[in-house]
C-alpha cells in the first residue's frame, strides 16, 4: 500500500468486530483497508480462543450425554394484508441459510438447523420466516420485527451481528436473496 492511497475505513486489528465491519463497508462500496499483524485474519477469538475453547466445551458435553439436542421449528408468516393466492404467485422468492454453514452452528452442534426467509421479488419487503432450530425460540425474534415494521430483507443486510452467532443467519439469507435477485442464483429455497 503506499501514502498516497486513501481508504473510508481503515479496521485495525481483525477480530471478530473487524472482520465483519471491514466485508459491511465494502458491501456498501466502501474503500476498505485492514491492518492485522497476526498472520491470520479473525484475532485471538477465532484463532486461539473462543471458538477454539467453546467448540472443545461443546465436544465434551456432547461426548459425555449431558446434554440432549433437540430441532423445533417456527414459523411467522403472511403478512394480513397478503392473500395466499398473492404470496404463492406473485414473484416471491425463499432463500435459507443452513447452521451447518455457521461457524456457531458447529460449536454447538447444531449443524442441522436452518432458516428461511420469505421475500417480495419486486421491492424486497419481507413475507415471512421460517427457522427449524434447537435454539429457534431464541433467534426467531428478529424476523418478525423486521415483518411487523413492513421492512425488505436489506435490514438484514444493514444490521450488526455478532460472529459467532447463529443470529448472523439472517444476514446471510438476505445475501443470498439479494443474490438471487442480482441473477446469481446461489440456492433454491
Same mark, same amino acid.
Given at each position: 500500500?503506499s501514502?498516497?492511497?486513501s481508504?473510508?475505513?481503515v479496521?485495525?486489528? %481483525?477480530? +471478530?468486530?473487524?472482520?465483519?465491519?471491514? +466485508? @459491511?463497508?465494502?458491501?456498501f462500496?466502501?474503500?476498505?483497508?485492514?491492518i492485522?499483524?497476526?498472520?491470520?485474519?479473525?484475532?485471538? %477469538?477465532?484463532?486461539?480462543?473462543?471458538? +477454539?475453547?467453546?467448540?472443545?466445551?461443546?465436544s465434551?458435553?456432547?461426548?459425555?450425554?449431558?446434554? @440432549?439436542?433437540g430441532?423445533?421449528?417456527?414459523?411467522?408468516?403472511?403478512?394480513?394484508?397478503?392473500?395466499?393466492?398473492?404470496?404463492?404467485?406473485?414473484?416471491?422468492?425463499?432463500?435459507?441459510?443452513?447452521?451447518?454453514?455457521? !461457524?456457531?452452528?458447529?460449536?454447538?452442534?447444531?449443524?442441522?438447523?436452518?432458516?428461511?426467509l420469505?421475500?417480495?421479488?419486486?421491492?424486497?419487503?419481507?413475507?415471512?420466516?421460517?427457522?427449524?432450530?434447537?435454539?429457534?425460540?431464541e433467534?426467531?425474534?428478529?424476523?418478525?420485527?423486521v415483518?411487523?415494521?413492513?421492512l425488505?430483507?436489506?435490514?438484514?443486510?444493514? @444490521?450488526?451481528?455478532?460472529? +459467532?452467532?447463529?443470529?448472523? !443467519?439472517?444476514?446471510?439469507?438476505?445475501y443470498?436473496?439479494?443474490?438471487?435477485? !442480482?441473477?446469481?442464483?446461489l440456492?433454491?429455497?
Amino acid at each position: 500500500m503506499s501514502s498516497n492511497e486513501s481508504f473510508d475505513l481503515v479496521v485495525i486489528g %481483525c477480530g +471478530p468486530a473487524g472482520e465483519k465491519a471491514g +466485508p @459491511q463497508a465494502a458491501y456498501f462500496g466502501k474503500r476498505v483497508a485492514i491492518i492485522e499483524r497476526a498472520p491470520h485474519l479473525g484475532g485471538s %477469538c477465532i484463532n486461539t480462543g473462543t471458538v +477454539p475453547s467453546k467448540t472443545l466445551r461443546e465436544s465434551a458435553l456432547y461426548f459425555s450425554g449431558l446434554k @440432549q439436542r433437540g430441532l423445533y421449528g417456527i414459523d411467522y408468516s403472511l403478512k394480513e394484508n397478503l392473500t395466499v393466492y398473492d404470496f404463492m404467485h406473485h414473484e416471491r422468492e425463499v432463500v435459507r441459510a443452513l447452521y451447518e454453514n455457521n !461457524a456457531r452452528g458447529h460449536i454447538t452442534g447444531d449443524t442441522g438447523g436452518m432458516l428461511k426467509l420469505i421475500f417480495a421479488r419486486a421491492d424486497k419487503k419481507l413475507l415471512g420466516v421460517s427457522m427449524i432450530s434447537e435454539n429457534a425460540t431464541e433467534l426467531i425474534h428478529i424476523g418478525p420485527t423486521v415483518l411487523d415494521k413492513g421492512l425488505t430483507i436489506d435490514e438484514f443486510i444493514e @444490521q450488526v451481528f455478532n460472529y +459467532p452467532t447463529l443470529s448472523e !443467519a439472517y444476514k446471510y439469507a438476505a445475501y443470498d436473496g439479494l443474490g438471487n435477485l !442480482a441473477g446469481h442464483k446461489l440456492r433454491e429455497g
